[in-house]
């Protein structure tokens, strides 16, 4: 029997990776003016929970691995707060771990791994290279070390995953990094939730944002294309035998509302092989697929009506972060309600008129789901 090549939960492989083309063509830019005239890029990425923020930084490490072979590819999770030394030694520990793997070392990488053996960084706990010696230094004194010893390396990339966590110095230093003078090309790639956004400001002049100007994306909803994409590529990545009828395709769309997280939950229940996947079996198979991610979605939410969730969905649908409440408003949702949905924290005041969606909208749709609410 076929394997169910779904995995709801698990960042999605390069190669069951599906859509987000204007991130990958302008990393595949990037890429380029590395390469050709030594020039770093930085990028942000924005998303709410399960949108695929730590999938497409996976498959960025994979497109920037397949066209410049032997560049560095740093994938940092940030998983605690973290200040810019823990950043930043973060970054040079995993870049040390990967130069101490190659099987030939040039004389500056040698020199760099042996300074770094036994190094800690002050106020940390971050030991960079677990050795003999126990010296202290700053993380940026060390991260100077690392981007000079890195002279004649193809690219440096550093995806730093879960932005969120960074302290107001971790979020300078993003800056740091991506405006070294330094000789190895950097592409940094930040990926972050919505508290992001706000904790850098709304306003362009940020020093940090205009950073990534012209670089900045939402990873949101998949389109209906998209969504075919991301059904089919898991299985053809694993040789399957299972496919999908375009209005199954289409139906799987229609319920998840091209979500990532919630798209894998409704092909992992619906999937099976060899024969095509049909609407009645998408249909059939809707109650497995809310299982499968009740142990995130469930809980999210429990004590809202279905008229908050109706409400939830109609303002997820507008696509966008920030509202006015004359916006809302006009979505058929009275004043006092809004004040409601605050209170469940499905919305927050951001000032005086303007809201913000605090909660991912695939919520909205999994509770729609779940509740056999018809949304219009
Ligand atoms: N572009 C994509 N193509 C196919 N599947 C995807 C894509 N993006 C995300 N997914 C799927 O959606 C789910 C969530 O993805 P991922 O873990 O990358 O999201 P995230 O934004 O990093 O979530 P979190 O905020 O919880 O860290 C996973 O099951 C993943 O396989
Ligand atoms: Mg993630």
Redesign the pocket.
């Known amino acids: 029997m076929d394997v169910n090549p779904?995995?709801?939960?698990?960042?999605?492989s390069p190669d069951?990776?599906?859509?987000?083309g204007n991130v990958i063509e302008r990393v595949e830019e990037a890429v380029l003016d590395a390469l050709q005239i030594r020039r770093s890029t930085a990028v942000m990425l924005h998303?709410?929970?399960?949108?695929?923020?730590?999938?497409?930084?996976?498959?960025i490490q994979a497109v920037v691995r397949t066209q410049a072979p032997g560049s560095i590819a740093a994938e940092i999770p940030l998983r605690v707060h973290s200040s810019e030394d823990r950043l930043l030694a973060t970054i040079v520990q995993e870049v040390g771990r990967q130069l101490s793997a190659r099987p030939r070392l040039g004389e500056k990488v040698k020199g760099f791994l042996s300074r770094i053996n036994g190094l800690s960084i002050a106020g940390t706990g971050v030991s960079v290279m677990p050795g003999g010696t126990d010296r202290r230094t700053s993380g940026l004194a060390v991260w100077r070390d690392c981007i000079e010893s890195l002279e004649g390396e193809k690219i440096l990339l550093i995806c730093v995953?879960?932005a969120e966590l960074l302290d107001a110095s971790g979020l300078g230093t993003l800056k740091t990094i991506a405006e070294a003078h330094s000789r190895v090309p950097i592409i940094l790639v930040v990926?972050g939730?919505v508290e992001l956004s706000n904790r850098l400001g709304q306003r362009e002049t940020s020093p940090i944002l205009r950073v990534f100007s012209g670089a900045r994306f939402d990873?949101g909803e998949?389109s209906p294309e998209?969504t075919g994409?991301?059904l089919s590529?898991?299985i053809n990545a694993v040789g399957g035998t299972g496919s999908w009828r375009p209005d199954a395709v289409r139906e799987v769309h229609l319920l998840s509302h091209g979500?990532?997280?919630l798209?894998?939950c409704l092909a992992s229940a619906a999937y099976r092989a060899p024969d095509p996947i049909d609407v009645p079996r998408v249909r059939g198979t809707v109650e497995a697929a809310l299982k499968i991610g009740s142990s995130?979605l469930e809980r999210e939410c429990a004590d809202a009506s279905d008229e908050d969730i109706r409400a939830f969905a109609k303002i997820a649908a507008q696509g966008r972060a920030r509202l006015r409440s004359s916006e809302i408003i006009s979505l058929g949702i009275q004043s006092p309600y809004i004040g409601r949905l605050v209170r469940l924290k499905i919305l927050k005041k951001i000032s005086r008129g303007h809201y913000e969606l605090q909660k991912?909208p695939v919520i909205a749709y999994y509770h729609a789901l779940a509740r056999d609410l018809r949304l219009v």
């Open positions: 779904y995995a709801p939960g698990q960042p999605a069951s990776f599906a859509g987000r998303g709410y929970r399960g949108s695929g923020k730590t999938s497409a930084l996976r498959k995953d879960d990926a939730g990873i998949l998209e994409a991301a590529a898991p979500y990532p997280f798209v894998q995130w991912a």
